[in-house]
């Protein structure tokens, strides 16, 4: 796994100009930040968004394959809960996952993305932001592990629903798997990592 350097995403307040600029105060935001391609299924969250409980809004930031034919749904559909944004800068991710309540990080149901761990896992972690995972296999595991979280079966929605719902109205839930995001993002720093690959080569030299 790639881990995470906890220093450059350091848990920071909400940017009040992003949340005034986009029309975000008072929701309760719901943030893909990443590719929009054939493997993240956004297509099947777009399916999902009218569901969604009262209050929530979808921010969708990046780019790729499916990103043209999603923004022309939502334009031809009419979603008032959902913003689809451009790619910003990796300077700027921080200020936009300050905006979002949840990290969403959804992948197509296949076995082939059950070794998969996005990377983005770690990064919202280290904010404190609380992820919605839908991918299955390590990525599960290590979410469950530390509570940071909540997992819904890929493709599945009332199952997304079901999760989503809990990390929107359910506040104890929320605040529990956002003070665990902490320990999460600690144990998959790089240097933790990069400590714990020297001591496995001492060894094997030993």
Known sequence: TNGVLMENFPARPQDAELVERLGLAGKFVVGYLGTHG?????????????????????????????KPELEERVLREGYSNVTMLPSVSKTE??????????????????????????????????????????????????????????????????????????????EEVYASCRNNCTPLAAAYDRRVLAGRMLEVLREVKA
């Open 38 to 66: 054939m493997a993240h299924k956004l297509d099947f969250i777009l399916d999902c968004v009218e569901e969604a409980p009262a209050n929530t809004h979808f921010l969708f930031i990046g780019g790729g394959a499916k």
């Open 93 to 170: 991710i921080g200020r936009y996952i300050s905006i979002t309540d949840v990290a969403l990080v959804p992948l197509r149901r296949s076995d082939t993305f059950k070794t998969v761990i996005p990377s983005k896992i770690f990064e919202t972690a280290a904010m404190g932001t609380p992820i919605l995972l839908g991918v299955q296999g390590e990525s599960e595991a290590i979410i469950k592990k530390y509570g940071a979280g909540l997992c819904f079966i890929p493709e599945d929605r009332e199952d997304f629903l079901r999760q989503l719902g809990r990390l929107a109205t359910d």
